[in-house]
């Protein structure tokens, strides 16, 4: 399944999504991630509605988005794409939150994660390409 990250560097998860510039995307299993894609994306623009959708597109075919801070209109919206945000501590390790979740996958994951699990692995996953 496909996570995003909203980082600036790489390797933490330090960006608020509405003006966020690159999305880390990770492919992640149980056993085994790498990196998909960095998706570098224009800054973000005075308008508020096509600002969100321009995150969204870039993170539309991920199950699940890590960020360090998202408004409610942009939670509400990334839901409705059925990506699951997930809102963690400014600065937490990328590679930490995929071995976390690695180790979730491996053991029992909750029903919202199954569901995640169940619907990514229809292969109709959307690609991306920036505007």
Known sequence: MKVA?????????DQHFGSCRRFDVY??????????????????????AEKIE????????CAILHVAAIGGTAAAKVVRA??????????????DQIVRLQRVLAGNPPPWLR??????GSGATPTWSPR
């Open 5 to 13: 990250f909203a980082t600036s560097d790489g390797i933490v998860v």
């Open 82 to 95: 059925r990506v699951h945000p997930l809102k963690v501590t400014e600065d937490t390790s990328i590679a």
């Open 27 to 48: 492919e992640v299993s149980a056993e085994l991630a790498s990196l998909y894609e960095s998706r570098v994306l224009d800054p973000a623009v005075d308008d508020e």
């Open 115 to 120: 569901k995640l699990l169940r619907a990514s």
């Open 54 to 61: 321009s995150r969204l597109d870039a993170i539309r075919d």
